[in-house]
């Protein structure tokens, strides 16, 4: 007999959410590619997708088309197809096509990485820049220039290796008694205050000349990026991009919560540790191309989920829309003070900072409302 009240709780806890799911599901349409693969397909979420992907297309032909050396877009689509002259080569292949295509795939990993992380914590707040990824790629990356005196590659590798590991570290103190969102968040803001002092010793403890280089690196910057950076960022999301999309509906009932996740079937833990890994990957990967831009993983996805109305971790408008931040925020760095360049990460903090007080006024007058 004292079974049956937790039986009727559990039972409503998965119907309630069963409901909102089949009730948003009406408003879509499956996507069948195989007999094996379907995805779901809301009408608002197709047309939010293809109003971004005109803006970026906007956006890319701008970037392609503007600076010291003006192009017009039939020389930019003569070049592309390999008939251009070759100072328009040079200008469009050489410097400006790769420092585009870097930002694209760069916005596009932090916003999809910044979908996830808000996914699993089930927090506006859960993005690498508040669970202390970001400050472990920079700690990784001031070891390598600062302690090793090296660069290039080693500064990326050593990225990689900073985020990877500040990621283990704040999953195995999160554990305890199962992953939770608060106290992911909780213990990544520890975990990235240590890191910000560590880095903050290396920096005052450099010389002059390594921490002015060290310090351009920790705002974020796509500044003479060419292939070799873009490459690996391209690999990533051609490799893991997919890998989310499959596990689409098991996302979409995480966000639901965790007991009704596992009453409709879904392997909680293994879940999340898959998109966290994942997550992680992506963010590494674009700290190691364009070194920690910030705000773009924490807004992004909520950008799009504003736009898209969706349930679920709206990975591919959330990439998008990363990609369109990044994107218009290093075109406007480029030329707001011309000739001189500022780095992005500047102007993502700029846009970032505004959009966190409009959120927060905004929750202001709801909470007075």
Known sequence: MAAEPPARVDRESVRLPRQRVADRARRGRTVRAGSGFSVRVEGRTLTVCLGLLVALLAVVSVSLTTGDYPVTVPDVLRTLIGRGERADEFIVLGLRLPRVVTGLLVGCALGVAGAVFQLV??????????????????TGALVVLLVLHSGGWATSFGALVGGGVTAVLVYLLSTRGGVQGYRLILVGIGVSAVLQAA??????????EDAQQAQVWITGSLNGRGWEQATPVGIGLAVLLPVLLLAGRSLTLLDLGDDAARGLGVDVGRTRLLVLVIGTALTALAAMAAGPIAFVALAAPQVARRLTGAVGPGLVAAGLTGALLLLVSDFTAQRL??????????????????????????QWRRGRG
């Open 199 to 208: 880095n903050n010793y290396l920096l005052t403890r450099s010389r002059v």
């Open 121 to 138: 914590t089930r927090n506006p707040l859960g993005s690498p820049d508040v669970i202390g990824f970001t400050s472990g790629a920079v």
């Open 337 to 362: 003070f011309a000739p001189t360049q500022l780095p992005v990460g500047v102007m993502t903090g700029a846009v970032g900072g505004l959009y966190l007080a409009y959120l927060l006024v905004a």
